[in-house]
């Protein structure tokens, strides 16, 4: 077994809430996708759960049957829609790129499946809408995999803020910064296709930001084509890489995103999180406070860890986490943290800042659905 599958030191407990158990009993998953998609079978570790892998589906047969028999899945299928026919699956898991996203949850949920889709949910708000919608339509449960929100530091701020340690928050910012010249040469789609890295990439930071402040009701955002790597398109401003993004909220709080992907990365962590309060600061898991200025703590030694936490074990414990939050959510009759109605506003401030963007401008973003 690959080592990012290795749990056998972790103690794994499903977070629980309140409401009636469904007492569904085990709960068949499919997998669209086996690139990202591969991470979900890092719930088979988990003695807990009652989720089951039961079938997969990627267009790389070889890849396709590798896995299969590593991990001896009994349904496999080049064929996404034959996996969505499988009455044994209840859950699909959606890790194709970007662009079909849309389609490929539209289809799911028109056979009768649960929904985790990976980040980038979307890639235009029109298409965010009809995913809603449907789900609406439905019934039934979408998750969208933002990971961020279940990144142990990230997840200690969080607490962190709630405790009302940190005071009045005032103001936050966050950036992803990746160069992402390898990563289209391992995933050639984002450059074919090609993949918007304002959905794909600045969905990372948007969202933890909008997870601290709220939805803003405007944006004023600035970008630029590096072109730093030819096999990228460019042209007209349609495929920016570079973003930077002010958020604007009605009652005066301060928000700021940043998005670099065509670049040489900087001596800088990938991704970063600042919260400023009044009574409390946190800056990339350190926190400062109020009564001593002279010294800084990480939030974990701040907060109090429940007994539930998972340990953190890199990008896989980010997905296996909100796997269980959405199991839990199924059992509870529960709206998952990212459900497709957040996920449609997401995609509404990246589509205010695509039109700021354009237009030099402040954009409002569009809040009813």
């Known amino acids: 077994m690959e080592a990012i599958f290795a749990f056998s030191r972790v103690k794994w407990v499903i977070p629980t809430q309140t409401g009636e158990d469904s007492n569904m009993g085990k709960i068949g998953v499919g997998i669209i996708g086996l690139g990202m998609g591969k991470s979900m079978f890092g719930i088979r570790q988990i003695p807990e759960t009652d989720l089951e892998i039961r079938g997969i589906c990627d267009t790389d047969v070889n890849r396709l049957e590798s896995i299969r028999t590593e991990h001896n899945v009994p349904f496999a299928t080049i064929d996404y829609r034959e ?140 970008a630029h084509e590096s072109g730093i790597d030819e096999r990228y398109p460019s042209g007209e401003g349609h495929f920016n890489d570079n973003w930077m993004v002010n958020l604007i909220y009605e009652d005066g709080r301060l928000g700021r995103v940043l998005g670099l992907y065509g670049l040489c990365h900087a001596p800088m962590p990938m991704l970063g999180l600042s919260v400023y309060g009044a009574a409390g600061s946190v800056v990339n898991g350190q926190a400062i406070f109020d009564d001593n200025h002279s010294s800084s703590i990480p939030v974990e030694d701040v907060v109090s860890i429940n007994a539930d936490e998972i340990a953190d074990i890199g990008h896989i414990g980010e997905v296996v986490r909100y796997i269980l939050h959405f199991e839990d959510c199924l059992k509870h009759d529960k709206q998952p943290l990212i459900n497709a109605e957040v996920g449609t506003k997401i995609i509404a401030v990246l589509d205010a800042c695509e039109r700021s963007a354009k237009s030099g401008k402040v954009e409002r973003v569009q809040s009813a659905f």
């Open 83 to 222: 996996l969505l026919q499988r009455d044994e699956i209840d859950i699909v898991g959606i890790y194709t790129p970007d662009p079909l996203h849309a389609q490929h949850c539209l289809d799911a949920l028109d056979c009768g499946k649960h929904v985790i889709c990976t980040k980038g949910f979307v890639d235009s708000l029109n298409d965010a809408v009809r995913v809603l919608q449907k789900t609406r339509e439905t019934g039934l449960k979408l998750m969208v995999g933002q990971t961020c929100r279940f990144r142990p530091d990230f997840m200690h701020t969080r607490r962190l803020m709630e405790s009302g340690k940190l005071g009045n928050i005032v103001a936050a910012e966050a950036h992803y910064v990746h160069d992402m010249r390898s990563v289209l040469t391992a995933t050639p789609w984002r450059h074919q296709m090609p993949q918007k890295t304002l959905y794909g990439g600045l969905c990372h930071p948007m969202d933890l930001i909008i997870w601290f402040l709220d939805f803003p009701s405007a944006v004023h955002a600035i």
